[in-house]
Protein backbone atom coordinates (compact mmCIF):
# COMPACT_ATOMS: atom_id res chain seq x y z
CA UNK A 1 0.00 0.00 0.00
CA UNK A 2 2.99 2.79 0.58
CA UNK A 3 4.80 1.15 -2.58
CA UNK A 4 1.37 2.34 -4.54
CA UNK A 5 1.15 5.59 -2.50
CA UNK A 6 4.61 6.32 -3.32
CA UNK A 7 4.42 5.48 -6.99
CA UNK A 8 0.58 7.64 -7.34
CA UNK A 9 2.95 10.44 -5.69
CA UNK A 10 5.84 10.01 -8.05
CA UNK A 11 3.52 10.11 -11.28
CA UNK A 12 2.26 13.10 -9.79
CA UNK A 13 5.33 14.72 -9.30
CA UNK A 14 6.20 13.65 -13.23
CA UNK A 15 2.85 15.39 -14.15
CA UNK A 16 3.49 18.63 -12.85
CA UNK A 17 6.99 18.80 -14.24
CA UNK A 18 5.65 18.49 -17.95
CA UNK A 19 3.07 21.15 -17.25
CA UNK A 20 6.11 23.21 -15.56
CA UNK A 21 3.23 23.15 -12.26
CA UNK A 22 4.80 22.93 -8.90
CA UNK A 23 2.88 22.21 -5.65
CA UNK A 24 3.36 23.13 -2.01
CA UNK A 25 2.25 22.31 1.26
CA UNK A 26 2.28 24.05 4.90
CA UNK A 27 1.57 21.46 7.88
CA UNK A 28 0.49 23.82 10.49
CA UNK A 29 1.56 20.95 13.12
CA UNK A 30 5.41 20.88 11.84
CA UNK A 31 5.69 24.44 11.04
CA UNK A 32 7.45 23.35 8.01
CA UNK A 33 7.15 24.04 4.15
CA UNK A 34 7.53 21.44 1.63
CA UNK A 35 8.07 22.56 -2.03
CA UNK A 36 8.17 20.22 -5.35
CA UNK A 37 10.81 20.48 -7.49
CA UNK A 38 9.48 22.48 -10.12
CA UNK A 39 8.24 25.02 -7.16
CA UNK A 40 12.26 25.36 -6.15
CA UNK A 41 13.23 26.33 -9.80
CA UNK A 42 10.24 28.57 -10.42
CA UNK A 43 11.61 30.35 -7.62
CA UNK A 44 15.52 29.62 -8.73
CA UNK A 45 16.63 27.56 -6.02
CA UNK A 46 18.50 23.87 -5.62
CA UNK A 47 17.04 20.92 -5.12
CA UNK A 48 18.02 20.83 -1.34
CA UNK A 49 17.13 24.00 -0.24
CA UNK A 50 14.41 24.06 2.62
CA UNK A 51 12.06 26.70 2.78
CA UNK A 52 10.30 28.11 5.95
CA UNK A 53 7.35 29.98 6.44
CA UNK A 54 8.91 33.67 6.80
CA UNK A 55 11.71 32.80 4.17
CA UNK A 56 8.24 31.49 1.56
CA UNK A 57 6.12 34.79 1.97
CA UNK A 58 10.08 37.31 1.89
CA UNK A 59 10.45 35.60 -1.70
CA UNK A 60 6.88 36.99 -3.04
CA UNK A 61 7.94 41.13 -4.32
CA UNK A 62 7.81 43.84 -1.60
CA UNK A 63 4.36 46.12 -2.02
CA UNK A 64 1.50 44.60 -3.70
CA UNK A 65 2.06 40.64 -4.30
CA UNK A 66 3.28 40.46 -0.90
CA UNK A 67 0.75 41.81 0.90
CA UNK A 68 -1.71 40.25 -1.63
CA UNK A 69 -0.26 36.89 -0.40
CA UNK A 70 -0.17 37.70 3.09
CA UNK A 71 -3.83 38.73 3.64
CA UNK A 72 -5.19 35.39 1.26
CA UNK A 73 -3.21 33.24 3.73
CA UNK A 74 -4.62 34.68 6.69
CA UNK A 75 -8.17 34.26 5.19
CA UNK A 76 -7.50 30.75 4.53
CA UNK A 77 -6.07 30.25 8.09
CA UNK A 78 -8.82 32.03 9.53
CA UNK A 79 -11.97 31.27 7.56
CA UNK A 80 -10.95 28.18 5.65
CA UNK A 81 -11.38 30.41 1.98
CA UNK A 82 -8.80 29.50 -0.89
CA UNK A 83 -7.30 32.04 -3.13
CA UNK A 84 -5.68 31.92 -6.90
CA UNK A 85 -4.15 35.04 -7.39
CA UNK A 86 -0.89 36.08 -9.82
CA UNK A 87 1.54 37.97 -8.06
CA UNK A 88 5.31 38.40 -8.94
CA UNK A 89 8.00 37.13 -7.10
CA UNK A 90 12.07 37.72 -7.00
CA UNK A 91 13.53 34.58 -7.15
CA UNK A 92 16.97 33.29 -5.22
CA UNK A 93 19.02 34.95 -8.80
CA UNK A 94 17.13 38.37 -8.02
CA UNK A 95 14.92 37.62 -11.09
CA UNK A 96 11.56 38.98 -11.25
CA UNK A 97 8.64 36.29 -12.00
CA UNK A 98 5.00 36.70 -12.15
CA UNK A 99 3.47 33.75 -11.15
CA UNK A 100 0.07 31.91 -10.16
CA UNK A 101 -0.10 30.54 -7.25
CA UNK A 102 -3.45 28.53 -5.75
CA UNK A 103 -4.44 27.75 -2.13
CA UNK A 104 -6.71 25.48 -0.24
CA UNK A 105 -7.10 24.28 3.23
CA UNK A 106 -7.67 21.52 5.34
CA UNK A 107 -9.41 21.89 8.60
CA UNK A 108 -10.05 19.56 11.30
CA UNK A 109 -12.34 20.47 14.74
CA UNK A 110 -12.66 24.43 13.28
CA UNK A 111 -8.73 24.80 12.93
CA UNK A 112 -6.85 24.93 9.88
CA UNK A 113 -4.35 21.48 9.90
CA UNK A 114 -3.02 21.87 6.56
CA UNK A 115 -2.28 24.44 3.65
CA UNK A 116 -1.67 23.08 -0.11
CA UNK A 117 -1.75 24.27 -3.44
CA UNK A 118 0.25 24.53 -6.84
CA UNK A 119 2.74 27.44 -7.97
CA UNK A 120 3.37 28.06 -11.97
CA UNK A 121 5.23 30.40 -13.72
CA UNK A 122 2.93 32.35 -15.95
CA UNK A 123 5.94 34.91 -17.49
CA UNK A 124 5.07 34.19 -20.88
CA UNK A 125 0.95 34.69 -20.50
CA UNK A 126 1.43 38.01 -18.47
CA UNK A 127 3.59 39.58 -21.01
CA UNK A 128 0.81 38.72 -23.17
CA UNK A 129 -1.95 39.77 -21.30
CA UNK A 130 0.15 43.00 -20.32
CA UNK A 131 0.62 43.71 -24.16
CA UNK A 132 -3.07 43.79 -24.51
CA UNK A 133 -3.91 45.85 -21.93
CA UNK A 134 -1.25 48.60 -22.32
CA UNK A 135 -2.74 47.95 -26.11
CA UNK A 136 -6.05 49.01 -24.60
CA UNK A 137 -5.00 51.62 -22.88
CA UNK A 138 -3.20 53.22 -25.72
CA UNK A 139 -6.23 52.82 -27.91
CA UNK A 140 -8.62 53.99 -25.05
CA UNK A 141 -6.15 57.49 -24.91
CA UNK A 142 -6.39 57.88 -28.68
CA UNK A 143 -10.22 57.95 -28.64
CA UNK A 144 -10.51 60.02 -25.78
CA UNK A 145 -8.00 62.39 -27.28
CA UNK A 146 -9.57 62.19 -31.08
CA UNK A 147 -13.14 63.29 -29.21
CA UNK A 148 -14.71 59.75 -30.00
CA UNK A 149 -17.43 58.51 -28.14
CA UNK A 150 -17.48 54.72 -28.14
CA UNK A 151 -20.19 51.92 -27.99
CA UNK A 152 -20.52 47.93 -27.08
CA UNK A 153 -23.77 46.17 -27.97
CA UNK A 154 -25.17 42.71 -27.50
CA UNK A 155 -27.37 42.67 -29.97
CA UNK A 156 -29.04 39.65 -28.93
CA UNK A 157 -29.46 40.48 -25.80
CA UNK A 158 -29.63 44.81 -25.86
CA UNK A 159 -26.55 44.85 -22.92
CA UNK A 160 -24.81 48.53 -24.39
CA UNK A 161 -21.66 49.73 -23.11
CA UNK A 162 -21.07 53.72 -23.78
CA UNK A 163 -18.12 55.38 -22.60
CA UNK A 164 -18.44 59.13 -21.18
CA UNK A 165 -17.78 60.99 -24.10
CA UNK A 166 -20.64 59.29 -25.68
CA UNK A 167 -22.74 60.51 -23.01
CA UNK A 168 -21.00 64.32 -22.78
CA UNK A 169 -21.41 64.19 -26.98
CA UNK A 170 -25.18 64.84 -26.62
CA UNK A 171 -25.08 66.90 -23.58
CA UNK A 172 -25.32 64.29 -20.83
CA UNK A 173 -23.41 62.03 -18.29
CA UNK A 174 -23.56 58.40 -18.16
CA UNK A 175 -24.87 58.64 -14.48
CA UNK A 176 -27.88 60.83 -16.01
CA UNK A 177 -28.27 58.60 -18.60
CA UNK A 178 -28.63 55.23 -15.95
CA UNK A 179 -29.77 52.58 -16.78
CA UNK A 180 -28.34 52.23 -20.37
CA UNK A 181 -29.19 49.91 -23.16
CA UNK A 182 -29.87 50.43 -26.61
CA UNK A 183 -33.26 51.62 -26.04
CA UNK A 184 -30.72 54.75 -24.67
CA UNK A 185 -29.45 55.44 -28.33
CA UNK A 186 -33.38 54.81 -29.85
CA UNK A 187 -34.39 57.14 -27.36
CA UNK A 188 -32.16 60.16 -28.98
CA UNK A 189 -31.72 59.36 -32.16
CA UNK A 190 -34.12 60.92 -35.19
CA UNK A 191 -37.17 59.17 -35.97
CA UNK A 192 -36.30 59.09 -39.73
CA UNK A 193 -32.89 58.26 -38.92
CA UNK A 194 -33.25 55.42 -36.82
CA UNK A 195 -35.80 54.05 -39.49
CA UNK A 196 -32.42 54.10 -42.30
CA UNK A 197 -30.39 52.79 -39.35
CA UNK A 198 -32.06 49.80 -38.85
CA UNK A 199 -32.13 49.61 -42.72
CA UNK A 200 -28.28 49.42 -42.81
CA UNK A 201 -27.64 47.36 -39.71
CA UNK A 202 -29.14 44.61 -41.03
CA UNK A 203 -27.49 44.93 -43.93
CA UNK A 204 -24.23 44.71 -41.69
CA UNK A 205 -26.46 41.72 -40.04
CA UNK A 206 -26.46 39.90 -42.76
CA UNK A 207 -22.97 40.59 -44.16
CA UNK A 208 -23.78 42.51 -47.14
CA UNK A 209 -21.63 44.84 -45.76
CA UNK A 210 -18.17 44.50 -43.70
CA UNK A 211 -19.59 47.38 -41.88
CA UNK A 212 -21.86 49.78 -40.28
CA UNK A 213 -21.93 53.40 -41.17
CA UNK A 214 -24.24 55.77 -41.02
CA UNK A 215 -24.66 59.99 -40.30
CA UNK A 216 -27.59 60.79 -37.87
CA UNK A 217 -29.41 63.34 -35.62
CA UNK A 218 -29.61 63.38 -32.18
CA UNK A 219 -31.34 65.28 -29.92
CA UNK A 220 -28.80 67.34 -27.74
CA UNK A 221 -29.74 68.42 -23.85
CA UNK A 222 -30.27 71.25 -25.13
CA UNK A 223 -32.82 70.92 -27.31
CA UNK A 224 -30.97 70.49 -30.60
CA UNK A 225 -30.13 68.46 -33.24
CA UNK A 226 -26.74 67.23 -33.35
CA UNK A 227 -25.34 65.16 -36.39
CA UNK A 228 -23.15 62.31 -35.61
CA UNK A 229 -21.18 59.93 -37.48
CA UNK A 230 -21.82 56.61 -36.19
CA UNK A 231 -20.25 53.57 -37.32
CA UNK A 232 -19.74 49.84 -36.26
CA UNK A 233 -18.96 46.20 -37.05
CA UNK A 234 -19.95 43.44 -35.87
CA UNK A 235 -17.06 41.69 -33.93
CA UNK A 236 -18.67 38.32 -32.66
CA UNK A 237 -21.53 35.74 -33.98
CA UNK A 238 -23.21 32.80 -32.75
CA UNK A 239 -23.42 29.42 -33.39
CA UNK A 240 -26.10 29.96 -35.70
CA UNK A 241 -24.20 33.16 -37.40
CA UNK A 242 -25.94 35.81 -35.54
CA UNK A 243 -24.32 39.02 -34.52
CA UNK A 244 -23.82 39.03 -31.08
CA UNK A 245 -21.36 41.63 -30.21
CA UNK A 246 -20.74 44.89 -32.26
CA UNK A 247 -18.21 47.72 -31.25
CA UNK A 248 -18.26 51.23 -32.92
CA UNK A 249 -17.76 54.77 -32.37
CA UNK A 250 -19.46 58.29 -32.33
CA UNK A 251 -18.23 61.57 -33.69
CA UNK A 252 -19.65 65.09 -33.28
CA UNK A 253 -20.09 66.42 -37.40
CA UNK A 254 -22.20 69.24 -36.55
CA UNK A 255 -19.58 71.68 -37.59
CA UNK A 256 -19.07 70.01 -40.63
CA UNK A 257 -23.00 68.85 -41.46
CA UNK A 258 -23.31 72.98 -40.87
CA UNK A 259 -20.56 73.88 -43.10
CA UNK A 260 -21.97 71.68 -46.06
CA UNK A 261 -25.18 73.18 -46.03
CA UNK A 262 -23.80 76.59 -46.05
CA UNK A 263 -21.56 75.37 -48.55
CA UNK A 264 -24.87 74.18 -50.54
CA UNK A 265 -26.30 77.14 -50.12
CA UNK A 266 -23.73 79.23 -51.99
CA UNK A 267 -23.55 76.55 -55.17
CA UNK A 268 -27.18 77.16 -55.18
CA UNK A 269 -26.66 80.49 -55.48
CA UNK A 270 -24.16 80.10 -57.90
CA UNK A 271 -26.49 78.22 -59.57
CA UNK A 272 -28.96 79.86 -59.55
CA UNK A 273 -26.59 83.19 -61.45
CA UNK A 274 -25.24 81.15 -63.88
CA UNK A 275 -28.28 80.51 -64.97
CA UNK A 276 -29.32 84.03 -64.57
CA UNK A 277 -26.42 85.43 -66.60
CA UNK A 278 -26.26 82.37 -69.24
CA UNK A 279 -30.19 83.68 -70.17
CA UNK A 280 -28.83 87.45 -70.09
CA UNK A 281 -26.21 86.42 -72.85
CA UNK A 282 -28.26 84.44 -74.90
CA UNK A 283 -31.18 87.51 -74.87
CA UNK A 284 -28.50 90.10 -75.45
CA UNK A 285 -26.51 87.89 -78.36
CA UNK A 286 -30.08 86.22 -79.80
CA UNK A 287 -33.36 88.15 -79.03
CA UNK A 288 -31.41 91.90 -79.54
CA UNK A 289 -30.38 90.81 -82.91
CA UNK A 290 -34.17 90.13 -83.46
CA UNK A 291 -35.21 93.76 -82.25
CA UNK A 292 -31.97 95.33 -84.48
CA UNK A 293 -33.00 93.41 -87.26
CA UNK A 294 -36.73 94.62 -87.60
CA UNK A 295 -35.99 97.78 -86.73
CA UNK A 296 -33.45 98.05 -89.65
CA UNK A 297 -36.33 96.31 -91.96
CA UNK A 298 -38.82 99.02 -90.89
CA UNK A 299 -35.79 101.83 -91.92
CA UNK A 300 -35.32 100.16 -95.11
CA UNK A 301 -39.21 100.10 -95.56
CA UNK A 302 -39.14 103.63 -94.36
CA UNK A 303 -36.10 105.07 -96.89
CA UNK A 304 -37.51 102.51 -100.11
CA UNK A 305 -41.42 104.03 -99.60
CA UNK A 306 -42.02 106.99 -101.76
CA UNK A 307 -45.51 107.92 -99.69
CA UNK A 308 -45.17 110.32 -96.80
CA UNK A 309 -48.10 108.90 -95.20
CA UNK A 310 -46.51 105.35 -95.09
CA UNK A 311 -42.96 106.65 -94.18
CA UNK A 312 -44.45 108.27 -91.17
CA UNK A 313 -46.35 105.10 -90.39
CA UNK A 314 -43.35 103.04 -90.71
CA UNK A 315 -40.42 105.71 -88.72
CA UNK A 316 -43.64 105.58 -86.21
CA UNK A 317 -43.53 101.86 -86.08
CA UNK A 318 -39.59 102.42 -85.81
CA UNK A 319 -40.40 104.90 -82.82
CA UNK A 320 -42.04 102.23 -81.06
CA UNK A 321 -39.64 99.22 -82.01
CA UNK A 322 -36.95 101.48 -80.75
CA UNK A 323 -38.96 102.02 -77.23
CA UNK A 324 -39.21 98.32 -77.09
CA UNK A 325 -35.68 97.77 -77.56
CA UNK A 326 -35.11 100.07 -74.43
CA UNK A 327 -37.80 98.70 -72.45
CA UNK A 328 -35.91 95.35 -73.15
CA UNK A 329 -32.58 96.16 -72.13
CA UNK A 330 -34.28 97.29 -69.02
CA UNK A 331 -35.68 94.44 -68.38
CA UNK A 332 -32.14 92.96 -68.65
CA UNK A 333 -30.72 95.06 -66.51
CA UNK A 334 -33.47 94.25 -63.63
CA UNK A 335 -31.49 90.08 -64.57
CA UNK A 336 -27.84 91.44 -63.23
CA UNK A 337 -29.58 92.31 -59.98
CA UNK A 338 -27.13 89.78 -57.53
CA UNK A 339 -29.19 89.99 -54.77
CA UNK A 340 -32.70 89.01 -56.57
CA UNK A 341 -33.32 85.30 -57.61
CA UNK A 342 -35.54 84.60 -60.36
CA UNK A 343 -38.78 83.69 -57.65
CA UNK A 344 -37.93 87.39 -56.39
CA UNK A 345 -38.21 88.49 -60.42
CA UNK A 346 -41.00 86.96 -60.69
CA UNK A 347 -44.40 90.13 -61.68
CA UNK A 348 -47.99 89.69 -62.75
CA UNK A 349 -47.98 91.00 -66.27
CA UNK A 350 -51.24 91.56 -68.55
CA UNK A 351 -49.91 89.08 -71.31
CA UNK A 352 -52.75 91.40 -74.26
CA UNK A 353 -49.89 93.86 -73.74
CA UNK A 354 -47.14 92.03 -73.75
CA UNK A 355 -48.16 90.28 -76.84
CA UNK A 356 -48.79 93.45 -78.57
CA UNK A 357 -45.36 95.01 -77.82
CA UNK A 358 -43.77 91.73 -79.06
CA UNK A 359 -45.87 92.10 -82.48
CA UNK A 360 -44.68 95.41 -82.61
CA UNK A 361 -40.72 94.35 -82.36
CA UNK A 362 -41.41 91.94 -85.32
CA UNK A 363 -43.94 93.77 -87.09
CA UNK A 364 -40.68 95.08 -90.10
CA UNK A 365 -39.97 91.17 -90.43
CA UNK A 366 -43.14 89.79 -90.41
CA UNK A 367 -44.46 92.79 -93.43
CA UNK A 368 -41.44 91.44 -95.52
CA UNK A 369 -42.28 87.74 -95.25
CA UNK A 370 -46.16 88.48 -95.78
CA UNK A 371 -47.31 87.01 -92.53
CA UNK A 372 -50.79 87.97 -90.58
CA UNK A 373 -49.98 88.00 -86.77
CA UNK A 374 -53.25 87.62 -85.01
CA UNK A 375 -53.52 88.36 -81.09
CA UNK A 376 -56.28 86.62 -79.85
CA UNK A 377 -55.20 87.05 -75.82
CA UNK A 378 -57.91 88.71 -74.25
CA UNK A 379 -57.00 92.10 -72.34
CA UNK A 380 -57.93 90.62 -68.80
CA UNK A 381 -55.64 87.77 -68.91
CA UNK A 382 -52.70 87.68 -67.01
CA UNK A 383 -49.69 85.70 -66.55
CA UNK A 384 -46.67 85.68 -63.58
CA UNK A 385 -43.31 85.83 -65.31
CA UNK A 386 -39.50 87.22 -65.13
CA UNK A 387 -40.51 90.52 -67.98
CA UNK A 388 -37.22 89.89 -69.59
CA UNK A 389 -38.55 86.21 -70.02
CA UNK A 390 -41.63 86.26 -71.13
CA UNK A 391 -40.22 89.19 -73.93
CA UNK A 392 -37.48 86.66 -74.74
CA UNK A 393 -40.22 83.13 -75.06
CA UNK A 394 -42.90 85.73 -77.23
CA UNK A 395 -39.78 86.84 -79.51
CA UNK A 396 -38.41 83.85 -80.21
CA UNK A 397 -41.92 82.03 -80.84
CA UNK A 398 -42.83 84.57 -83.36
CA UNK A 399 -39.37 85.25 -84.74
CA UNK A 400 -39.24 81.46 -85.45
CA UNK A 401 -42.86 81.33 -86.94
CA UNK A 402 -42.02 84.35 -89.13
CA UNK A 403 -38.46 82.46 -90.26
CA UNK A 404 -39.72 78.92 -91.32
CA UNK A 405 -43.60 80.20 -92.77
CA UNK A 406 -44.58 79.02 -95.69
CA UNK A 407 -43.80 81.16 -98.93
CA UNK A 408 -46.10 79.36 -101.28
CA UNK A 409 -49.44 80.34 -98.96
CA UNK A 410 -50.44 82.69 -97.20
CA UNK A 411 -49.16 82.61 -93.39
CA UNK A 412 -50.52 83.52 -90.25
CA UNK A 413 -49.50 83.10 -86.76
CA UNK A 414 -52.32 82.76 -84.32
CA UNK A 415 -51.77 83.35 -80.73
CA UNK A 416 -54.06 82.21 -77.70
CA UNK A 417 -54.36 81.63 -74.15
CA UNK A 418 -56.38 79.50 -71.78
CA UNK A 419 -56.01 78.37 -68.27
CA UNK A 420 -56.30 75.04 -65.92
CA UNK A 421 -55.83 74.29 -62.11
CA UNK A 422 -52.63 75.18 -62.26
CA UNK A 423 -50.88 77.07 -64.96
CA UNK A 424 -51.78 79.92 -67.86
CA UNK A 425 -51.39 77.76 -71.05
CA UNK A 426 -49.76 80.05 -74.18
CA UNK A 427 -50.39 79.13 -77.43
CA UNK A 428 -48.50 80.36 -80.50
CA UNK A 429 -50.18 78.66 -83.64
CA UNK A 430 -48.76 78.66 -87.63
CA UNK A 431 -48.90 77.28 -90.76
CA UNK A 432 -45.64 77.23 -91.75
CA UNK A 433 -43.33 74.46 -93.07
CA UNK A 434 -43.46 72.41 -89.83
CA UNK A 435 -41.26 70.05 -87.78
CA UNK A 436 -40.87 66.37 -88.28
CA UNK A 437 -40.84 65.40 -84.53
CA UNK A 438 -40.54 61.75 -85.48
CA UNK A 439 -36.83 62.63 -86.59
CA UNK A 440 -36.48 65.42 -84.45
CA UNK A 441 -38.50 65.06 -81.42
CA UNK A 442 -35.54 64.31 -78.67
CA UNK A 443 -33.61 67.05 -80.59
CA UNK A 444 -36.76 70.00 -80.51
CA UNK A 445 -35.31 72.23 -77.65
CA UNK A 446 -31.54 71.27 -78.06
CA UNK A 447 -28.68 73.84 -77.98
CA UNK A 448 -27.45 74.57 -81.29
CA UNK A 449 -30.36 72.39 -83.07
CA UNK A 450 -31.43 73.27 -86.50
CA UNK A 451 -33.97 71.84 -88.45
CA UNK A 452 -34.05 73.65 -91.81
CA UNK A 453 -31.39 74.54 -94.22
CA UNK A 454 -31.85 78.27 -92.85
CA UNK A 455 -28.46 80.61 -93.03
CA UNK A 456 -29.36 82.73 -90.37
CA UNK A 457 -30.68 79.23 -87.67
CA UNK A 458 -28.49 79.38 -84.96
CA UNK A 459 -30.15 76.72 -82.77
CA UNK A 460 -30.68 79.06 -79.66
CA UNK A 461 -33.65 80.31 -79.40
CA UNK A 462 -35.88 76.81 -78.60
CA UNK A 463 -33.30 76.31 -75.97
CA UNK A 464 -33.25 79.64 -74.29
CA UNK A 465 -37.19 79.31 -73.99
CA UNK A 466 -36.92 75.83 -72.54
CA UNK A 467 -34.55 76.98 -70.16
CA UNK A 468 -36.50 79.70 -69.14
CA UNK A 469 -39.82 78.43 -68.89
CA UNK A 470 -38.56 76.01 -66.58
CA UNK A 471 -36.47 77.81 -64.69
CA UNK A 472 -39.74 80.00 -63.81
CA UNK A 473 -41.16 76.58 -62.71
CA UNK A 474 -43.04 75.62 -66.29
CA UNK A 475 -42.75 73.99 -69.59
CA UNK A 476 -43.01 73.86 -73.43
CA UNK A 477 -45.11 71.56 -75.46
CA UNK A 478 -44.84 71.27 -79.28
CA UNK A 479 -46.86 69.72 -81.85
CA UNK A 480 -45.65 69.65 -85.94
CA UNK A 481 -47.14 68.43 -89.25
CA UNK A 482 -44.58 69.03 -91.94
CA UNK A 483 -45.96 71.51 -94.64
CA UNK A 484 -49.01 72.23 -92.13
CA UNK A 485 -47.96 74.19 -89.76
CA UNK A 486 -46.83 73.94 -86.12
CA UNK A 487 -48.01 74.94 -82.29
CA UNK A 488 -45.81 75.51 -79.80
CA UNK A 489 -47.31 75.48 -76.05
CA UNK A 490 -45.83 77.21 -73.21
CA UNK A 491 -47.25 76.83 -69.38
CA UNK A 492 -46.30 79.19 -66.92
CA UNK A 493 -47.27 78.74 -63.25
CA UNK A 494 -49.75 80.61 -61.91
Known sequence: MNHLAEESLWLAEKANEVANIGYWELDFATQVPIWSKVTKAIHELDESFGPNLETAILFYKEGESRDAISKAIEKAIELGEGYDLDVQIITQRGNEKWVRTIGQTIFENGKCKKLFGTFQDIGKRKKIELALQSEKLRNEYIILSSGLGTWEWNVQTGETIFNEKWAEIIGYTLQELSPISIRTWEQFVHPKDLEESNKQLQKCFDGLSPYYEMEVRMKHKNGNWIWIY?????????????????????????????????????????????????????IVNHNLRSHAGNIQRLLELALDSD?????????????????????TIGNLSKMTNENEDISAQLENLALFEVIKKAIENVIGLANKAEVIIENNILESQNIKAVPAFLDSIVLNLLTNAIKYCAPERSSYIKISAEEDKDFVILSVTDNGIGIDLQKYGDKLFGMYQTFHKKKESRGIGLFLTKTQIETMGGYIEAESIINVGSTFKVFFKK
Open 307 to 327: ENMEKEELLTFTKTASKNLLD
Open 230 to 282: DRGMVISRTNENLPLLMFGIHQDITKRKNAETELFGILSLLKSQNIKFKNYSH
